[in-house]
């Protein structure tokens, strides 16, 4: 699978181009998923927030208004309910898999419920674009400021790099870089602190910052 791990999403031109290098193809021709299951589980989140991403409304959904081939829903907490035989065709099928933010330990927990996690190691042309939380959970570890779902044994997520997050830098009053280096010496492991015009590429486990903002990458430390 192709990562493109965004703080805000795509934000700008450069991370437009990013998306397109990893499609291979303009996105009036890629078909896109969108799943917004992340924001069921922060309490900053809502019916309104998740209805402005799937209908692609500012200042949610700037990745669902963008122009595709075709754009369907795929929320994770309904999939168990009908049979791998229904939804995995539709997964395959889909150039790109547009994932909101939200909680990310509770989108942790539908996609290894779902069986979505298992498939993704099967998926080696889709693309996985990621905002904040749907970024955040392809790390190993979110960190417990991040968690914000009552129903999480611990920040640890599916570890599919090897490197944590910090998203919206700036953005939030306890989103600074000092909040950041506190975060990161818990995280024990290496990290990127991003704002929001700011992503980070995967391909073939080879990590590169696209940015037209602010971020630094944040050595791992020794566990205590």
């Known amino acids: 699978m192709k990562l493109l791990l965004t703080s805000g999403g795509v934000t700008n031109p450069s991370i437009h181009e990013a998306l397109l290098e990893l499609l291979g193809k303009p996105t009036e021709e890629a078909t896109a998923l969108c ?115 009552p129903g999480a044994a611990d920040d640890r997520t599916l570890g599919l790099v090897d490197f944590s997050i910090f998203p919206h ?13 506190k975060w990161a010496a818990e995280i024990s492991g290496p990290a990127y602190v991003l704002d929001d015009q700011s992503a980070i590429r995967v391909v073939d486990g080879v990590a590169q910052v696209v940015s037209e903002g602010r971020w630094r990458r944040v050595p791992g430390q020794a566990p205590r």
């Open 35 to 149: 799943i917004p299951t992340a924001q069921w589980g922060h309490p900053r989140c809502g019916p309104v927030s998740a209805r402005g991403f799937v209908a692609g409304l500012s200042p949610w959904g700037g990745m669902t208004s963008m122009s595709w081939k075709s754009l369907g829903l795929l929320e994770l907490t309904a999939l168990a309910t009908i049979g791998e035989e229904r939804w995995v065709p539709w997964v395959r099928s889909a150039d790109v898999l547009l994932v909101d933010g939200g909680e990310a330990a509770y989108l942790c927990h539908w996609m290894k419920e779902s069986g979505l996690a298992s498939l993704l190691p099967s998926l080696s042309e889709t693309v996985w674009v990621g905002v904040s939380a749907g970024s955040m959970v392809m790390t190993p570890r979110i960190g417990a400021d991040f968690v914000q779902w």
């Open 169 to 181: 830098l700036d953005v939030f009053p306890e989103n600074t870089m000092a909040d950041a280096e």
